[in-house]
């Protein structure tokens, strides 16, 4: 996308993340991720890619540089910078005793553009939960929903922002396979319309392969391929980062995917 509203793409340089005497990322590299596409972060469980979105968030202590285009984020305070980033973590904060539409409305007036919003804030609200199929919610209470439901309303109260970048923490971990697939195409389409760069952890490598445009693998902390999905998620690199014999098959219509023969 080459709208007027895009911000450009995203890039980190040496970014180091310790928690305590324990190295998470070490003098690691990202990017540039491209603006209008969705990056997917990929990796074993503490391979260091939720520490990574929160270091691209500015919520983990660093010394890396962030750019965003000619933005350098890194040099913003949390306010500014959070204008700019919306981060949605995997465990969502506790519920609270407010409707889902006013919580939307309220998300929305934390976003950059809210000053000239305040007539159409209902409308917007509302068209947001209804593309992500959980318009029906509108006037239930937060702390009477699911944990999908609250999964799908915390995605609206992030993309009612519209922030420049958009990063998600196992988006879809809560959510059926209806609603994951809903979810990502819905991503994909606000992602490309509005030129935002958007990062997602996912494990689920089938869905990444299909949905994402662009992947990062992590291991250890370190990356280990970045590029195309279809040039990441390999054979030789599921054996070396995961343990498993696998192949990479493609279905009828020609889309790939994992088969796991075995573990090493």
């Not at 540089?65 to 981060?87: E, F, I, K, N, W």
């Not at 939307?104 to 947001?128: C, F, K, M």
């Not at 420049?164 to 209806?178: C, I, Q, R, Y």
Request: hydrophobic share 40%.
């Amino acid at each position: 996308m080459t709208g007027p509203d895009r911000a450009g793409d995203l890039c980190a340089r040496n970014v180091t993340v310790r928690y305590g005497r324990r190295t998470v990322l070490q003098d690691l590299s990202l990017g540039p991720l491209p603006a209008g596409r969705v990056s997917a972060l990929l990796g074993p469980n503490g391979s260091g890619k939720s520490t990574l979105l929160r270091a691209l968030a500015g919520l983990e202590r660093t010394d890396a540089q962030v750019r965003l285009g000619a933005t350098d984020l890194s040099r913003l305070r949390p306010a500014a910078r959070a204008r700019h980033c919306v981060y949605l973590p995997q465990a969502l904060p506790p519920p609270v005793h407010l409707q889902v539409l006013e919580s939307v409305i309220a998300a929305r007036r934390a976003g950059p553009h809210a000053g000239g919003w305040q007539d159409d804030e209902v409308t917007e609200s509302l068209e947001i939960l209804a593309r992500l199929g959980v318009d029906q919610l509108a006037l239930r209470y937060m702390d009477a929903l699911s944990g999908g439901q609250r999964q799908l309303v915390g995605l609206a109260q992030a993309l009612v922002r519209r922030p420049d970048v958009l990063l998600l923490d196992e988006p879809l971990s809560a959510l059926d396979l209806h609603h994951q697939f809903s979810v990502m195409d819905m991503v994909r389409q606000e992602t490309r319309t509005r030129g935002m760069v958007t990062v997602v952890v996912l494990h689920d490598l089938n869905i990444a392969l299909q949905q994402a445009d662009y992947a990062v693998m992590l291991s250890d902390g370190k990356i280990q391929g970045a590029g195309p999905p279809i040039q990441v998620v390999t054979a030789p690199v599921l054996r070396q980062v995961y343990g498993v014999r696998a192949r990479i098959e493609h279905c009828s219509r020609g889309r790939p995917h994992v088969v796991v023969d075995g573990v090493e």
